[in-house]
């Protein structure tokens, strides 16, 4: 497709606004209503066909102030294409690492999407791909509930149709997937509560907790425990903590649901910073450096407790000096001083006069002979 192109005979493409994985996105015109609109252009492919169509009867399904409009759905020999309103503004996740958007902004714009998931819920349509990049913030909303829109429907389910994928495959986005989905599972409501409390989790924290240095390194951190976002913000209200901590639960039956989640973020509003800004590196950030097991320590000694060897060898001089208890020992000449020694000579001479002393006595037993200590001189 190329600017200026003419699709179902009545819109004019103006300016490609993006692309994902099942189609591109452009700016156009309706000649015949005279207004600005928004044409999702899907090139004819293996089972794309079959996907346009779903899409365009989930959206048709939906009437919320927080999701995007459908307005027409077509196709020709080239391709299939949706038509839907024009949203002028910002993605999400563009807003958020500009640090565009203060706490309350936050709270606002999940409180809206949260409204906009249940009613997608209540006329059974199952979004599964919530994430920054599929919202759009309206530069000039119309009330409360239009501060977010929800786009992009296309791997979307519907309750009681036929599924397009097999219960193996996986689609959505790794990093903001529910476990349950990310192991093919078919998936329900308590999926899209578990992407947008992890939306917000990141919007507040900065930082997305699954999301790993790669796929795999993602996929490994899929289905674990989230640390509780309080442990970043403890700022937080605890009520809205708690629920954000509740919505990314491993398991679905534990996440609460949407209308309180919704709830508790529209109650926070009065009480977070109003203040935009990007939120400093959390522990989350640091580098996890995979270090080897250090081998077990070998034991200080040994020999039998009759027979440890004691010495404190220095070559800095001419003289070298020893302590010893029992046998001889090995002096170490070097340009250094080596030190294996398991008891100090001090030790040894407090032992030796401790047994000496007139307290040692014991009934029926003599006190035993000190052993000599002896310095010894040795030209190194």
């Excluded at 329900?188 to 790993?212: M, Q």
């Excluded at 790669?214 to 976002?229: M, N, S, W």
């Excluded at 001889?328 to 030790?347: F, L, Q």
């Amino acid at each position: 497709m190329q600017p200026s192109a003419l699709v179902l005979g009545r819109y004019r493409l103006e300016q490609r606004l993006g692309a994902g994985g099942f189609g591109v996105v452009w700016r156009a015109r309706d000649e015949r209503l005279e207004r600005p609109v928004a044409v999702k252009v899907m090139p004819h492919r293996k089972g794309m066909g079959k996907r346009a169509e779903r899409e365009a009867l989930a959206a048709a399904r939906l009437n919320h102030p927080a999701i995007v409009t459908l307005y027409e759905a077509g196709s020709d020999g080239d391709a299939a294409y949706l038509v839907s309103e024009l949203v002028e503004g910002e993605a999400l996740d563009d807003l958020l690492a500009d640090g565009a958007l203060s706490d309350r902004d936050i709270a606002r714009i999940g409180a809206a999407l949260a409204a906009a998931l249940d009613h997608a819920h209540s006329h059974g349509v199952i979004h599964r791909d919530v994430k920054p990049g599929n919202v759009i913030v309206p530069s000039a909303p119309h009330g409360e509930a239009s501060l977010a829109k929800l786009t992009d429907f296309g791997v979307a389910r519907l309750v009681g149709d036929d599924p397009l994928t097999r219960t193996s495959d996986i689609v959505g986005t790794l990093a903001y997937m529910a476990p349950e989905q990310a192991e093919g599972e078919e998936v329900g409501a308590e999926a899209d509560l578990y992407s947008l409390g992890l939306v917000v989790y990141e919007a507040l924290t900065g930082v997305n907790p699954v999301r790993g240095g790669g796929p795999a390194a993602t996929a490994r951190r899929l289905g674990e425990p989230l640390p509780a976002i309080r442990r970043v913000r403890r700022d937080l209200p605890r009520e809205l903590a708690g629920a954000l901590d509740r919505a990314v639960r491993p398991y679905p039956e534990e996440r609460g649901s949407l209308p309180e989640l919704g709830a508790v973020l529209a109650g926070s509003v009065r009480v977070l910073a109003d203040e935009p800004g990007t939120v400093a590196p959390s522990v989350f950030e640091a580098p996890r450096v995979w270090r080897e097991p250090k081998p077990p320590r070998p034991p200080i000694w040994r020999a039998r407790p009759s027979r440890i060897r004691s010495a404190a060898a220095c070559s800095s001089g001419r003289v070298q000096r020893r302590c010893r208890t029992s046998t001889s020992i090995k002096a170490r000449a070097g340009p250094r001083c080596v030190t294996s020694t398991t008891t100090s000579c001090a030790s040894i001479r407090r032992t030796a006069s401790r047994r000496s002393s007139p307290t040692w006595p014991r009934a029926g037993r003599s006190p035993p002979t000190a052993r000599s200590t002896r310095s010894s001189c040795a030209t190194a």
